[in-house]
């Protein structure tokens, strides 16, 4: 009987520990999308619309990317050109011109 409740005491703790896991590697995402988003907003002068509709597309990137561990190159690619492509949507095309001459700051937004 002892060891029943161990084992069930143990897979419970393993549980945790990966729900954990989860919910961090979420916030690492939001957060690092949120950092990304407000450096677009103060390199294309967006407003507090465009800015969270911005972030939901990074979060929204981050949050695919991050889900499939073993995604090959080519996915993780036609992943990126899809969230480029609403970005495109979602921004002025010189709002768009403007982020893609900054390399930084665009190649920082496709590296997911």
Do not use: C
Request: proline share 1%; no cysteine; hydrophobic share 35%.
């Amino acid at each position: 009987m002892k060891k029943i409740i161990a084992l069930f005491v143990f897979v419970l703790g393993i549980s945790f520990t990966s729900s954990a896991q989860e919910i961090s590697s979420e916030n690492n995402s939001q957060s690092q999308a949120k950092t990304l988003a407000i450096k677009i907003k103060d390199y294309l002068n967006l407003d507090n619309e465009k800015t969270k509709a911005v972030f939901e597309i990074i979060e929204h990137k981050n949050t695919m990317i991050s889900n499939e561990p073993n995604l090959i190159e080519e996915r993780r690619q036609l992943i990126i050109n899809k969230f480029t492509k609403k970005l495109e949507g979602t921004l002025s095309s010189q709002e768009f011109k403007k982020l893609q001459s900054n390399k930084s700051l665009f190649n920082e937004f496709q590296k997911g």
